[in-house]
């Protein structure tokens, strides 16, 4: 008996349950992130100032995770087809108020489900820049590397090269040392 080919499934799951953050928090952080590659998705939720983005970040990590070891698949291939955030369990605490009352307050609990998709495009694609990579580069001045230069007398000469830097006129110095103080010790009157 022949063994059938063995078919690549085109969907990966994961999913993260009981988070400690209320969904409407998580959502804003998933709306980023969908149908756009896993590489991408990942390098936003690094950079964004949400603290919502960790849990994401793992459950997408454990999707590629799923992916790679379980089916052979190529991370670069692989995309967030979808992502939902479900609300999970409310706890419920009592805080106490003024009079002896007691305020309910609810600790809201959620359900990440990620969906990942593999796409099988060209293998040599190359990834998008991210917007980190834009800056300019410095140069790098390496003196003691350079190799000697002949002078036209057969001489070896051994000047080395001084990085371009334009040295801080004692002015611009002293602007900056005032200005820093009067951030630091700024104090307002008893007015």
Known sequence: ??????????????????????????????????????????????????????????????????????????????????????????????????????????????HINVILESKEGPSNRKSRRSIFSLRPRREIVETADKPTQETDEGKVSDKQQKPMQGPKSQQKIKQNLVGLKRRLFNRKSGE
């Open 1 to 110: 008996m022949a063994k059938a080919p063995e078919v690549k499934p085109k969907e990966i799951k994961a999913f993260g349950r009981h988070i400690h953050v209320g969904p409407r928090k998580l959502r804003l952080v998933a709306d980023m992130i969908r149908k756009s590659r896993v590489e991408d998705a990942l390098e936003q939720l690094r950079y964004s100032s949400k603290n919502a983005a960790l849990p994401i970040s793992k459950v997408i990590n454990s999707a590629i995770a799923n992916a790679v070891h379980n089916f052979n698949l190529k991370k670069e291939n692989l995309f967030v087809k979808s992502i939902t955030i479900d609300g999970g369990p409310v706890m419920k605490r009592m805080e106490p108020r003024a009079q002896g009352r007691g305020f309910i307050i609810r600790k809201r609990t959620s």
